[in-house]
């Protein structure tokens, strides 16, 4: 008898409860980027084609693509590709040794907080290009003022992804391991690092982009070969499809980096 | 070993939290500590374990810790503290990577530790992987490893449905029949205070005293009788009438806050 309804109600017109739960969960579709992506670059090429945009302003894709094709024939592409490489990977791996340092002393360290937030508050805002003149009279014409230019930009950024990381580590984990005795070391190695590594790699996505923006910037300023250079060659020249050619090159570089540290992140936090 | 607090007192500031708290736990016994909200338990679990420093008193031991003991006061913590990274497996074994024990020994007592909480099928799975009961076994297991003197748990079934708190509760009263662990046991649950403890430490609002030591007239096995929840439940009223005009104004005090 519990699971009827009073007779009253029974009698009554019934309606369904209207659904109003739906939305907000946004998800990205395995195809629709992909379609819009490739819709663009065919309304591009037939807007090139058709002659309804000056080529010289506006390359169709293919022209970039057999500009691309040419460079890899010639080995320019390699050339430049290479040095901008050695630059990005020398100054992000500095940067990034000294920003977890700095970044971990400042987090688990009263002292090197107290000093490290206000040099760090006081100098991240500061542009980095902007030191680079500084930093050639420093270090003199050649590689190192632009891999010192990188370094710092990816040091101050690492260096707060890196403490952030630490404060956010729950602190009744850390008391846990003291509550076990387990060393002041082996705490940082098995409770810390783990605990700080989604900021540290969310830090490297940050980074990496830091770093490549960077050293556009220095090879524009100063510099035979890179992409940087390259780009601001063809510019100078109005080869657009080579500019183009350049751009895209460094759309691709950054994208195979954001794939590397997203494998990094599916490996490493797993768990999550 | 017996563990004893020694007129402990604490501020966090200006806020007195414990006022000269003195009692002990002997070998073997539970000991539960009840109180309104805010009365301070939590944090004289921390002191009496060593995590704080209390204002004023100390926290001590008495007594050798039994043989192969690594970790005489070991903590069962209300949110688990589980490392999200590791394994149930690896979350038994952190406590003990840094201690002397051999590979093949380390093993024998993860084994050991798995085994009496019910996790052996479960050793590979995440903290993700495991429903709340499920987790606060990888805690106890934990502490189980480190062949503990005094458990020191601070509420660990609150976060918890009934229904596995229940289940739990049975796993406590039987991890702790033999008398070879101690524990100290903060809960709001007095329910869980009456069919665990020895004796029960009830504190006063906060700043929290000692407003009274209740022992509990019965072995833990005579409680699972029929005939033993009439005098049970009169404790646990007793309890109550005890405490519910001091709950009532640390609720008040806290919704004013």
Redesign the interface.
């Given at each position: 008898m519990l699971d009827r309804a009073p007779r009253e109600t029974q009698d009554e017109a019934t309606r369904p409860v209207a659904f109003r739960g739906g939305g907000f969960t946004p998800s990205a579709g395995r195809t629709s980027g992909w379609i819009a992506l490739i819709l663009v670059i065919a309304l591009w090429q037939l807007a090139g084609s058709a002659g309804w945009v000056n080529a010289l302003f506006l390359p169709p894709p293919s022209a970039i693509v057999v500009a691309i094709y040419k460079l890899a024939l010639s080995g320019a592409l390699w050339q430049h590709l290479s040095w901008s490489i050695m630059r990005i990977g020398s100054g992000w791996i500095l940067g990034t040794i000294a920003g977890v340092i700095v970044g971990f002393g400042v987090g688990l360290s009263t002292l090197a907080r107290g000093v490290g937030i206000t040099f760090i508050s006081a100098l991240f805002p500061i542009p980095k290009i902007a030191l680079l003149p500084l930093l050639i009279l420093w270090l003199g014409i050649g590689e190192e003022p632009k891999i010192a230019t990188i370094a710092l930009g990816v040091f101050f950024s690492t260096a707060i992804s890196v403490y952030s990381g630490v404060d956010a580590v729950p602190r009744n984990l850390i008391r846990m391991a003291q509550s076990f005795n387990v060393p002041f070391h082996s705490i940082v190695r098995r409770v810390i690092w783990p605990g700080a590594l989604p900021s540290i790699l969310a830090g490297f996505r940050i980074t990496a982009s830091v770093a490549l923006l960077l050293v556009v910037s220095a090879e524009m300023i100063g510099a035979q070969y890179g992409i940087g250079a390259f780009v601001l060659q063809a510019g100078n020249l109005m080869q657009t499809d080579q500019l183009l050619a350049g751009v895209v090159i460094l759309s691709v570089f950054g994208l195979v980096v954001g794939k590397g540290i997203n494998l990094l992140e599916t490996r490493l936090l797993h768990w999550r | 070993m017996d563990l004893i607090a020694d007129h402990i007192s604490h501020r966090f500031g200006a806020l007195e939290v414990l006022d000269k708290v003195s009692f002990t736990v002997r070998a073997g016994e539970v000991v539960a500590i009840v109180g309104p909200s805010g009365c301070g338990k939590s944090t004289l679990l921390q002191v009496l374990?060593?995590?704080l420093q209390p204002s004023q008193g100390q926290a001590e031991l008495r007594g050798a810790p039994p043989a192969g003991s690594l970790?005489p006061?070991?903590?069962v913590?209300q949110?688990f503290?589980l490392?999200?990274?590791?394994t149930v497996e690896q979350n038994v074994e952190?406590?003990l990577?840094?201690t002397a024990l051999g590979t093949s020994e380390r093993r024998a007592v993860i084994d050991d530790a798995l085994r009496r909480t019910g996790l052996t099928d479960f050793r590979s799975a995440?903290p993700?992987q495991l429903s709340g009961g499920m987790r606060q076994r990888v805690g106890i297991a934990r502490a189980l490893a480190?062949r503990p003197a005094i458990l020191l748990m601070d509420e660990p079934l609150s976060a918890l449905d009934s229904q596995t708190r229940e289940l739990l509760m049975e796993d406590f009263v039987g991890l702790l029949a033999d008398g070879s662990m101690g524990a100290a046991y903060v809960t709001h649950n007095l329910e869980e205070a009456v069919r665990l403890a020895d004796r029960i430490v009830v504190l006063s609002r906060r700043p929290g005293r000692i407003r009274e030591v209740v022992s509990i007239p019965m072995t833990r096995a005579e409680r699972g009788d029929i005939n033993a929840r009439e005098k049970l439940l009169a404790i646990q009223n007793d309890l109550w009438s005890l405490i519910r005009e001091e709950a009532i104004g640390a609720e008040r005090e806290v919704q004013h806050a």
């Open positions: - | 374990g060593g995590l970790n006061l070991t903590f913590f949110d503290a490392l999200p990274w590791c952190f406590p990577v840094h995440y993700k480190v």
